[in-house]
């Protein structure tokens, strides 16, 4: 017995997902270059579809007129040919139909134009023979010439439907003899075979021109494609841009917009990125100058033994890293309100007496030969607290940077109509490649023969409250010799009445 092992289904291997043409369609419709030359196509063929009425109007036009030229040269071929047959003497000269015979033999009409000899109210000869049916004896158009007056010219057009031959040119000669009109001779001309071939013509005009436009469109959509291919990379880039990637930047190729348009996004770029390391490192900064105080308390809290001493001690350390803690965050804020724009409170302040009151304040931050330069009797519109913590900071700062016997003088001047007032130490300067940072915050000279005691926010909350003051803060400074801060505040001062 053969027993059949059952078969595994063969299997089916998946149909890949039908090609979205539509949605690939959409896509490339909705791409701005192409959206572009689309419109500009549009436009093309609107102008065109518009231009070929216009050029088929002139056309015809044109054709019109070399009619009418090659019918007024056969009206006067006719008109020398029949006076030279008029003037010759009645006895000698042939019979009336065997003018027109000979002529008819002798000349041969344009294209599409016929001769046509009318005698006694009706059709005598022609050349060609052969006339088409609207031409023929008893058509309308025959009737319309046989009703014409015989001894006057005439110059007409008689509009008629292309597959009737189209519209009718003539030019009529009277055929008088001795004063009599014996009959009539007609130049005609049909417009339908030349207007046909104009249309061919028309045709093929518009025919060429849509291919053009269409080659036009599919060349410039390539080129657009290449030329705009900055815009893509630029939308790429910014994709991929994050706060942990910001190094991205476009090559810059050849000039124009496109260039320009490059140049300006590296550029805000470089400020962003700028703008996130100053904060990344603000940050940092902050964290560290929190974690060190916090470190301090938490070990000396955790050797704190039972020793009332040591734990006096242990709790003075503890609440001076505390307070320590508590000026560092009010400088942060103090950083933080300063585009809030109660930030200042504006009032006149007579500025000697400011400057007494700061000297007096400054002078207990260290054992230093402390001078004051009156500066001169006004009032200037200030917020004398923040200003007083400016120069304060500028004052502490100085003391920091300068040992004890070290000169530290505070004035105030006006020097072309703004007011400055300035901190000046004898100590040991600041080198030019700290000067271009030590406003930053956190910021700190790295050429002084001691690290400063605070957490490097002193000069640059000093010039956040020039700035919103509207002024600014400048720095000359020496190494070994000593450094001038000076607050420069914009016109604002009157002069002050007499102090009593």
């Known amino acids: 017995m053969i027993t059949k092992l059952p078969v595994a289904p063969a299997r089916m291997t998946p149909k890949p997902p039908p090609i979205q043409w539509r949605t690939r369609l959409q896509a490339l419709v909705g791409q701005t270059h192409t959206r572009i030359l689309l419109l500009y196509a549009v436009t093309l063929l609107t102008v065109i579809a518009a231009a070929i009425p216009i050029f088929r109007y ?35 000269r042939p019979a009336l139909e065997d003018f027109i015979s000979n002529f008819l033999k002798a000349q041969v009409p344009e294209d599409d134009n016929f001769h046509l000899f009318f005698l006694d109210g009706q059709l005598y000869r022609s050349n ?31 509009p008629a439907p292309i597959a ?33 071939e104009a249309l061919v013509g028309v045709t093929l005009f518009a025919r060429i021109a849509i291919a053009v436009v269409g080659i036009a469109f599919l060349c410039a959509w390539l080129g657009s494609r290449q030329l705009l291919k900055p815009v893509g990379q630029l939308a790429k880039t910014a994709q991929v841009i994050n706060e942990k990637n910001l190094s991205q930047r476009l090559p810059v190729t050849g000039t124009g917009e496109l260039a320009d348009l490059a140049v300006a996004f590296n550029t805000m770029m470089d400020r962003v990125q700028t703008a996130f390391d100053t904060q990344r490192s603000f940050i940092n900064d902050a964290s560290h100058e929190l974690r060190t105080p916090l470190t301090i308390i938490q070990g000396h809290l955790e050797l704190m033994g039972d ?8 709790l003075a350390l503890v609440m001076d890293e505390l307070s320590r803690m508590g000026r560092f965050v009010q400088d942060l804020l103090l950083l933080a309100k300063a585009d809030r724009p109660d930030f200042l ?21 260290g054992d230093r030969q402390w001078l004051k330069i009156s500066p001169p009797d006004v009032k200037w519109v200030v917020d004398s607290q923040q200003l007083t913590g400016a120069l304060v900071n500028l004052a502490n700062n100085a003391v920091q940077h300068t040992q004890p016997g070290d000169v530290i003088e505070l004035g105030g001047a006006i020097t072309e109509g703004h007011l400055r007032l300035w901190v000046r130490d004898t100590g040991a ?23 400063s005691e605070g957490a490097g926010l002193g000069l640059a909350i000093v010039k956040t409250i020039a700035e919103t003051h509207g002024g600014s803060v400048t720095l000359h400074s020496q190494v070994g010799i000593g450094s001038t801060f000076s607050l420069i505040l914009p016109p604002g001062g009157t002069p002050a009445e007499p102090q009593p």
């Open 58 to 92: 002139f056309l015809f036009a044109a054709i019109d007129d070399r009619v009418y030229e090659d019918l007024a040269e056969e009206h006067e071929d006719f008109e020398a040919d029949y006076a030279a047959w008029n003037r010759t003497a009645p006895d000698t």
């Open 128 to 158: 060609p023979t052969a006339l088409p049916p609207s031409l023929e004896p008893g058509s309308a158009f025959n009737q319309h010439l046989v009703s014409l007056d015989v001894a006057t010219e005439t110059t007409d057009r008689v």
């Open 164 to 196: 009737d031959g189209g519209d009718r040119l003539y030019k009529t000669y009277p055929l008088q003899l001795g004063g009599q009109a014996e009959g009539l001779f007609v130049v005609v001309h049909l417009t339908a075979g030349e207007r046909a």
């Open 307 to 314: 020793d009332p001493q040591e734990q006096a001690d242990t």
């Open 345 to 365: 409170r504006l009032e006149t302040v007579h500025i000697p007496t400011l400057i007494d009151a700061v000297f007096a304040k400054v002078t207990a931050l």
């Open 429 to 451: 300067g600041i080198a030019a490649t700290d000067q271009t940072r030590i406003f930053d915050r956190f910021a700190r000279a790295a050429h002084t023969y001691r690290r």
